[in-house]
């Protein structure tokens, strides 16, 4: 039998552990964007892979999916067959999606040796982790998706893996 010391060290761990999940859970959490992140957003160029210029401006005007990823980040690189799926199926309808890579140019050169990717891919590093945080992401970790609609305006994010009613979801957004 239990006395009240028991159950009150139980009690505190309890609450302990409580309290560490609603942390852990609030951290993973996407938040507000910061102030004028998406004028930014906009406003800004990165380069592909290969040195050329990407303008973000030249996909305002239609829904895109921005995925923030690294090579040596497995759920991202388990992610990407179904990110190159859901471009192909939804380019017709005036989709982009973009890979903001968090990554050294030549991780993502090697990488795209390895994997075929039809959509664009930036090379963001430590800019694109910056820019993420901007974008509701915290902790800046990786994946992170971030869905905008055609008017350039934030419809969905989402830390960590994407799943496929994630996917279905996002397809809806115009």
């Given at each position: 039998m239990m006395n009240k010391r028991h159950w009150l060290v139980a009690g505190v761990a309890a609450?302990?552990?409580?309290?560490?999940?609603?942390?852990?859970?609030?951290?993973?959490?996407?938040?507000?964007?910061?102030?004028?992140?998406?004028?930014?957003?906009?406003?800004?160029?990165?380069?592909?892979?290969?040195?050329?210029?990407?303008?973000?401006?030249?996909?305002?005007?239609?829904?895109?999916?921005?995925?923030?990823?690294?090579?040596?980040?497995p759920i991202c690189v388990r992610g990407m067959p179904a990110l190159n799926t859901f471009y192909r199926e939804h380019q017709a309808r005036g989709w982009t999606v973009l890979g903001m890579a968090i990554d050294r140019p030549s991780a993502v050169r090697e990488f795209l040796q390895r994997q075929t990717i039809d959509f664009p891919i930036a090379i963001g590093g430590i800019g694109g982790t910056d820019l993420s945080r901007q974008l509701g992401n915290p902790t800046g970790g990786v994946p992170f998706n971030v869905v905008f609609n055609a008017q350039g305006q934030i419809a969905h994010t989402k830390l960590g893996a994407k799943t496929p009613s994630d996917l279905a979801t996002w397809a809806q957004t115009v």
């Open positions: 609450a302990a552990g409580l309290a560490g999940v609603g942390i852990g859970w609030w951290r993973l959490q996407p938040h507000a964007v910061q102030g004028n992140a998406l004028d930014g957003f906009w406003q800004s160029t990165w380069e592909d892979p290969a040195g050329r210029p990407i303008a973000l401006s030249d996909f305002k005007g239609r829904p895109l999916l921005v995925n923030f990823w690294a090579t040596w980040c």
